[in-house]
């Protein structure tokens, strides 16, 4: 049961993923966002970095109780978010936008498409008109794209 939790959870995490982006993060914490754009931050880190601060609290909470309590669900539950952050971590600012230079010659169709559907998200440079604000489901049109524009 516990493996379950974590896998549902972290599949449920793709939805709140895209709830949080669209309506939080290009909502009223656009000024933490804002940054991740439009490229106006100086130096390496951005003031959307403390997303992983704001997320990475309750997760250690979740964690933290559940582990008081012989390890039940809270802990799981809590799991579950921190891989699918790691996942964020590793897909989003290592492969997408390199801030550490890895995984850069990939030929893995969804792994270009998920590319392609992160760069369509970044052409929008305020909050509004913005689309795919998931992150590890790509709908099917980036995959279309990523393929027109390989036969060309």
């Keep these: 049961m516990k493996i379950v939790i974590v896998i549902l959870v972290f599949i449920l995490m793709e939805g709140a993923t895209w709830l949080i982006h669209k309506y939080i993060?290009?909502?009223?914490?656009w000024v933490l966002h804002r940054d991740h754009?439009?490229?106006?931050?100086?130096?390496?880190l951005e003031k959307n970095d403390w997303f992983f601060?704001?997320?990475a609290i309750p997760t250690i909470?979740?964690?933290y109780f559940g582990s008081l309590e012989n390890f039940n669900y809270l802990f799981f539950i809590g799991l579950g978010i921190m891989l699918y952050g790691m996942a964020y971590?590793?897909?989003?600012?290592?492969?997408?936008?390199q801030r550490i230079k890895f995984f850069t010659h990939t030929k893995n169709a969804y792994f270009l498409a998920l590319r392609r559907a992160h760069k369509q998200h970044h052409k929008h440079?305020?909050?509004e008109e913005g689309e795919c604000f998931g992150?590890?489901?790509v709908p099917l049109k980036y995959f279309k794209m990523y393929f027109k524009s390989a036969k060309s």
């Design 53 to 55: 601060v704001i997320f």
């Design 37 to 44: 754009h439009d490229h106006s931050n100086d130096g390496e």
């Design 125 to 127: 440079l305020g909050k």
């Design 135 to 137: 992150f590890l489901y």
């Design 61 to 63: 909470a979740l964690m």
């Design 89 to 97: 971590f590793f897909v989003h600012d290592i492969f997408i936008h």
């Design 25 to 29: 993060m290009h909502g009223f914490l």
